[in-house]
């Protein structure tokens, strides 16, 4: 994992992403708010998936952690 853009469309790469998912996002949703990747042609929305989804795998679950974001 590193520097490479994930979202061509909103110049999002993969370190943004998961300094999101490091500050508390679970989902594609929340890191879609968040970084708005995926919210122009979605064409990476499978791409984040599989990126929250490793992310996630690695974590252990600590409900006391999550953050809460705006609608």
Known sequence: MGR???C?????SENEILAA???GARSTSEIQKIT????SC???LVL?????EEFLAHQPN???QR???DA
């Not at 984040?48 to 929250?52: P, R, W």
């Open 4 to 6: 490479k853009l994930v």
């Open 8 to 12: 061509l469309c909103n110049m999002v």
């Open 21 to 23: 998912l490091k500050k």
């Open 48 to 52: 984040i998936d599989a990126i929250v």
């Open 36 to 39: 708005a990747a995926g919210t």
């Open 62 to 64: 600590d409900p006391q």
């Open 42 to 44: 979605g064409r990476c």
């Open 67 to 69: 953050l809460e974001f």
